[in-house]
């Protein structure tokens, strides 16, 4: 399944603050530095999704706050449910 992203960087904590059409905005508490907040958004997507973190993959926006991300492992119907959740 592919899901877009928004970033934002440097929070308190690591959640998914809201869910605008297809849009998933997610806090992070690392910086934009070096890739350290794709890393971090990739490990909070694994368990946020309950998949490996091996079946996240960043497919576009490495350097920019929107992000395409493709996650593996679950079938789709229950990845959807997961994203129905969010409010």
Not at 40 to 68: H, Q
Request: proline content about 3%; aromatic content about 4%; charged content about 35%.
């Amino acid at each position: 399944m592919i899901i877009k992203v928004r970033v934002i960087p440097n929070s308190k904590r690591n959640e998914v603050v809201s869910r605008i059409g297809s849009i998933l905005r997610v806090k992070t508490t690392m910086p934009a530095v070096d890739g350290r907040a794709n890393e971090e958004l990739c490990d909070f997507l694994s368990d946020f999704f309950d998949v490996k973190r091996s079946m996240i993959f960043l497919r576009k926006g490495e350097r920019g706050r929107e992000k395409t991300i493709e996650v593996l492992g679950r079938l789709e119907e229950e990845l959807n449910e997961v994203l129905d959740a969010i409010p």
